[in-house]
């Protein structure tokens, strides 16, 4: 984390590589799963706003939670993030905020509406910024937040992902 300032670039090269197979395995699961029900409401440029803006929010409120809490200041100088969690947790909160009683089939649970995935995605997280991956389930937390309060601004006539879009001139 000391050599940001530097490195900036990782705030967003981070989101693309993972922790061994498993963790890319399931972020690309979800990211699959969830990212098509994204897609049959709104346009790509919005999902890559979303995905990008998500991933961004979460290594920003990872810095800030390992340079604000006093329980993290021994752990600064190691403290790393790598993963899409961010990013796909962003697009999961924006879907479960766009379409919440849409349902999904579960393996074991059955259906579950995604307001519900959701809002227990975020528990868990809430409940691991006491863990050892506390900087992983802070991170998700931006990307949760980033998701959630896009899809509220869209709703009322605001798409921030027109940043994206090309320019005529």
Not at 43 to 69: D, E, S, T
């Amino acid at each position: 984390m000391e050599k940001l300032p530097t490195r900036f670039y990782t705030i967003l090269t981070y989101q693309f590589f993972h922790e061994g197979f498993l963790h890319l395995l399931f972020n690309m699961l979800w990211l699959y799963w969830v990212g098509r029900i994204f897609l049959d409401f709104l346009k790509p440029r919005q999902f890559h706003f979303v995905y990008l803006a998500g991933g961004f929010a979460g290594a920003i409120l990872f810095a800030l939670a390992f340079n604000i809490f006093p329980v993290f200041i021994s752990s600064i100088s190691g403290a790393s993030i790598i993963g899409s969690s961010a990013a796909v947790m962003a697009i999961i909160v924006a879907t479960a905020t766009l379409v919440p009683d849409y349902s999904i089939r579960l393996l074991l649970l059955g259906d579950v509406k995604l307001k519900y995935l959701a809002i227990a995605y975020i528990i868990l997280d809430l409940i691991g910024t006491a863990s050892i991956n506390a900087g992983g389930s802070f991170a998700h937390i931006g990307g949760a937040i980033v998701g959630f309060t896009y899809i509220k601004v869209l709703q009322n006539g605001t798409d921030w992902s027109n940043l994206l879009r090309k320019s005529l001139s």
